[in-house]
């Protein structure tokens, strides 16, 4: 059990980690050298544990909201409630994945969808190969749904059937027209605002 999983059941925070069954294999698939990280959600608000984690000697600070649990060597991402790339917050996690201590296949897959795009605006190997895999089998109703309410109906259906047909490869006015629909969803264009006012 790592540090920071010690930290949140002593602070009795409840979290979720993002992972999947295909993560473990994708690495080997990448040109550089990548170093793994611990993706985790927490269902509370940054400022009720940010604090307490800069102020622990464990971890070190790296930016955003991520930091290094120095004696494991490992960084460490974190979201709050929601999934986000800044002020992009996508998708809301459910309880019964906090209650899990993991996302499910449906909100994991969503995730490797959307946050490569949003993040480095292309799919990296590992990327590819994660979603090559769950798309050997029909994407479930949910992915498909959730989806089209993130970037929309159109947009959503032809990023699925590309990503069937393993055309990787998009197209950064595509990129520009998810973004812009997702700004009109879960106040993040408020969120926008407020990052660029203050």
């Known amino acids: 059990m790592t540090n920071i999983i010690n930290f949140l059941e002593k602070k009795s925070i409840a979290y979720t980690v993002l992972k999947g069954i295909y993560d ?7 040109i550089v050298d990548v170093k793994k990280d611990l993706d985790l959600v927490l269902n509370c608000k940054k400022d009720d544990v940010f604090s307490f984690l800069l102020a622990d000697n464990n971890f070190k600070y790296l930016g ?20 986000n790339v800044g002020y992009y917050h996508f998708l809301k996690i459910d309880n019964q994945d906090f ?12 995730y490797q969808i959307l946050d490569p795009l949003l993040k480095f605006s292309k ?9 090559k895999k769950y798309f050997i089998n029909t994407i479930s109703k949910e992915v498909e749904k959730n989806l089209k309410q993130i970037i929309g ?24 027209k998810c973004k812009l629909n997702m700004l009109l969803i879960n106040g993040n264009f408020v969120k926008m605002l407020k990052s660029r006012i203050f």
């Open 24 to 30: 473990k294999g994708s690495y080997i698939h990448e």
């Open 123 to 131: 799919y990296h190997n590992r990327h590819q190969y994660r979603l």
């Open 64 to 83: 955003d909201n991520s930091f290094l649990d120095i004696e494991n060597d490992l960084r460490i991402d974190l979201y709050f409630k929601t999934l």
């Open 153 to 176: 109906k159109k947009l959503a259906y032809e990023l699925l059937g590309n990503i069937s047909n393993s055309n990787f490869v998009i197209k950064s006015i595509f990129i520009k």
């Open 99 to 110: 209650l899990n201590n993991e996302v499910s296949e449906s909100a994991y897959i969503i």
